[in-house]
């Protein structure tokens, strides 16, 4: 018997919102619900690397801290390397590291000088896109290292931010868009 095909729109159904947090206005949107079921949280990855074949790319990179869930477990599927990128001052060794806006703050994201090879091809990862500045920032410090980001994707994508303008040089892709 086979499992019935997961889409974007079982996954959105599954996404929790949380008024006012972090902060009063904020609308969080709450994926936990998708990771706690075994067949959306598969689906998920599995449409995040439809189209790339193991040994296709050389990392996939997580941005801190709920990209890395998406990211290990692509970078399995993939045989692929797993690069965590993370904020400042958590990374153990030497880092460069690029500061960026987002909705409600600022902050600044670091990856190891070694992270990838230079001309490697690399899947980004992260939860949401909301203003862009978050993956920016990160796919500024792969091209810094020389990485190719091949495509950046996303669970959940808050259209009405217009992240998306801030990544307009490379794929963009996002499973449920609000």
Known sequence: MSTPTVTPADLERAIRNVPDFPKPGIQFKDI?????????FAASVELLTAD?????????VG?????FIFAAAAA???????????????????TFEQSYDLEYGSNTLAVHVDAVPSGSRVLLLDDLLATGGTAQAAAALLTRLGAQVVRIGFLVELSFLKGRTRLRDFPVQSLVVY
């Open 76 to 94: 399995f599927k993939l045989g692929a390397g797993l690069v965590p990128i993370r904020k400042s001052g958590k990374l153990p060794y030497r």
């Open 52 to 60: 790339l074949a193991p040994g296709s790319i050389q990392a996939v």
């Open 32 to 40: 936990t619900p998708v990771l706690q079921d075994p067949r959306l």
């Open 63 to 67: 941005i801190d801290a709920r990209g």
